[in-house]
């Protein structure tokens, strides 16, 4: 079966240090992949997205993300982060070609952010 | 502008009721989804829909039912059969393809 893990549940950075969320995923085609961000009580942005072409991409806020076949990762990365980047991130990941045009989401990683 | 309305933000139902949640879009999206989040476990797939007048079960479809009679519209009910249905409810809709979904505002079921 299909799955996304996110391992860490919650991660604690400080403003103005760099940031790294991990996905993995299990599939048995080629997927495409998406990372979301979620403010408390809120729903879901898109951050950026991946279907083929150039492994590293980049989103809206700074973000980017890589995604390695070989590890079958996709992280998301920022350089350098602010205050308002405290928030629920989720990797969402659909399978080409699948029914529904279904995503499996990870189980999301909250950051907070020390001042 | 172009997005997806959910209504009521806030509800609050006794147990036993029936309750049903709306879910509004005029992306003129084929494609619509309800999710279901509890803390820690992501996003649960509970409906979609590909075309009006059809639509499938997700991963957690007992206790719930949905109707989709126009595009714009995907109501979801939730039944008393629904043993623990206090959470957070969001609707998606998606054009097709490799494309993203689109999410609303949630609405937070509270059962008293």
């Known amino acids: 079966a299909q799955s996304v893990t996110q391992p860490d549940i919650h991660i604690t950075v400080s403003e103005g240090a760099s940031l790294e969320l991990r996905c993995n995923y299990s599939y048995g085609a080629t997927p495409y992949l998406f990372w979301y961000v979620q403010s408390p009580g809120q729903g879901l942005q898109l951050l950026l997205k991946?279907?083929?072409?150039?492994?590293l991409v980049q989103g809206i806020k700074g973000f980017e993300a890589e995604f390695k076949r070989s590890q079958s990762s996709f992280n998301l990365r920022k350089p350098s982060v602010h205050w308002s980047d405290a928030a629920e991130y989720f990797c969402?990941?659909?399978?080409?070609?699948?029914?529904?045009?279904?995503?499996?989401f990870g189980g999301g990683t909250r950051v907070l952010v020390k001042p | 502008d172009g997005g997806i309305t959910q209504s009521p933000k806030y509800l609050f139902r006794k147990e036993g009721q029936n309750v049903t949640l709306s879910c509004e879009q005029n992306?003129?999206?084929?494609?619509m989804y309800w999710y279901r989040q509890d803390p820690g476990q992501g996003l649960r797939l509970i409906y979609y829909s590909q075309i009006v007048n059809d639509f499938q079960k997700g991963d957690i479809a007992e206790g719930y039912s949905v109707s989709r009679e126009k595009k714009e519209s995907f109501p979801l009910t939730v039944t008393s059969a629904q043993k623990n249905p206090t959470a957070f409810y969001l609707c998606?809709?998606?054009?097709?393809?490799?494309?993203?979904?689109?999410f609303g505002p949630g609405t937070r079921l509270t059962v008293l």
């Open positions: 998606a809709s998606t054009i097709g393809g490799y494309n993203e979904q689109f």
């Open positions: 992306l003129n999206h084929d494609a």
């Open positions: 991946y279907f083929s072409g150039d492994t």
């Open positions: 969402a990941v659909g399978m080409i070609k699948a029914a529904g045009n279904k995503l499996t």
